[in-house]
């Protein structure tokens, strides 16, 4: 079955760096993947999605690879704040032609001032 | 424009009982999903609508979990009778297209059965 995975410990930051989180997945080549933040107590709010044919994509101070080789995505946010603080997912579709998604763990990121 | 809405915000009942969560979907929106996050664990996709017919519940864990899109518009669901194990986060999702490349998701709902 697809799985992906994401670093389970927390990224600690200080603002103004770039926090680099990590997305492999198995199992599976998915058409897109993408990325999501979450804060304590709500939902998934979507960030970025990026295609398979696509390297890279921006919006903003966030910015997402896919290398379909390495079965990666990176998601860097520059310039770092402390309210980037949040648990940040991946995810992608269950399946080829699926429109539902199957998610990562998440991994927490906190930046400090 | 409202997001997605789900009642309650949180749930305390105890084994065997029955307990319906609520969602509303954005307006217009004919794509709902149900997930649920298992406390340590991932989300997990439970079922997807497309206005009231069920597209997709392979995910729905058992026969305990029934779930309802009358007309269309909002949808329930029902875990009868609860078990431990069904404790968790419920988020609902919706999406206008039927890619589910842009889903929105509700605030979830905290389920503890004791």
């Known amino acids: 079955s697809q799985k992906i995975e994401q670093n389970s410990e927390a990224l600690n930051i200080q603002e103004g760096k770039t926090a680099t989180l990590t997305c492999n997945y198995t199992n599976y080549s998915p058409a897109y993947l993408q990325w999501y933040r979450q804060d304590p107590g709500r939902g998934p709010v979507f960030l970025l999605l990026?295609?398979?044919?696509?390297k890279e994509k921006r919006k903003e101070r966030l910015k997402v690879t896919f290398d379909t080789t390495l079965k990666q995505s990176l998601f860097h946010i520059t310039a770092s704040q402390p309210a980037d603080s949040a648990t940040y997912l991946c995810a992608h579709p269950r399946n080829s032609g699926y429109s539902t998604l199957t998610f990562g763990k998440g991994t927490m990121l906190l930046v400090s001032p | 424009e409202a997001g997605v809405t789900q009642f309650p915000s949180h749930s305390v009942i105890e084994k065997g009982q029955t307990v319906t969560l609520r969602c509303d979907p954005i307006s217009g929106h004919d794509n709902l999903y149900w997930y649920r996050r298992v406390m340590g664990k991932e989300i997990k996709f439970l079922l997807h609508f497309v206005k009231e017919s069920k597209q997709d519940e392979s995910g729905m864990p058992n026969n305990r979990f029934l779930a309802e899109r009358t007309g269309g518009t909002y949808s329930t669901l029902k875990v009868q009778p609860a078990e431990l194990e069904d404790s968790g986060v419920y988020f609902c999702?919706?999406?206008?297209?039927?890619?589910?490349?842009?889903?929105?998701f509700g605030p979830g709902t905290r389920l503890l059965v004791l």
């Open positions: 999702a919706s999406s206008q297209d039927g890619r589910g490349e842009t889903q929105y």
């Open positions: 990026i295609r398979e044919n696509e």
